[in-house]
């Protein structure tokens, strides 16, 4: 499955920027989805996933309470709304797909198929 990555830009710390991830597949509904990012000189790190049948969602510590990842089926789109950015979330994110559900949903090697990234950039 192809994936694409839009909606980064630059914005100003405390502000808001929702990124879309457009999944080529019919079946996008049987996977699961996840977002990742990686900051310059920094390894990729998770961000958040959503499942494939209850759309469950799990997020990382440090992005918990302030971004909600989401999907729309019909529209084969996934979602990251991010409020409330800092700047130690300046990374590159990047979308992810795996087929059903994998138990270490963090874990950048149980995703198969990724987006080409997209940049955010928050200015302090």
């Known amino acids: 499955v192809q994936l694409q990555a839009s909606g980064g830009g630059l914005v100003q710390a405390g502000g808001s920027l929702r990124l879309s991830c457009a999944a080529s597949?019919?079946?996008?509904?049987?996977?699961?989805m996840g977002w990742f990012r990686q900051a310059p000189g920094k390894e990729r790190e998770f961000v958040a996933a959503?499942?494939?049948?209850?759309?469950?969602?799990y997020y990382a510590d440090s992005v918990k309470g302030r971004f909600t990842i989401s999907r729309d089926n019909a529209k084969r789109t996934v979602y990251l709304q991010m409020n409330s950015l800092k700047s130690e979330d300046t990374a590159v994110y990047y979308c992810?797909?795996?087929?059903?559900?994998?138990?270490?949903?963090?874990?950048?090697?149980?995703?198969?198929?990724w987006g080409q990234g997209t940049q955010v950039t928050v200015s302090s």
């Open positions: 992810s797909a795996t087929w059903g559900w994998k138990v270490m949903y963090y874990s950048e090697y149980e995703y198969d198929n």
């Open positions: 597949t019919r079946t996008v509904n049987k996977y699961s």
């Open positions: 959503i499942s494939w049948t209850t759309s469950r969602t």
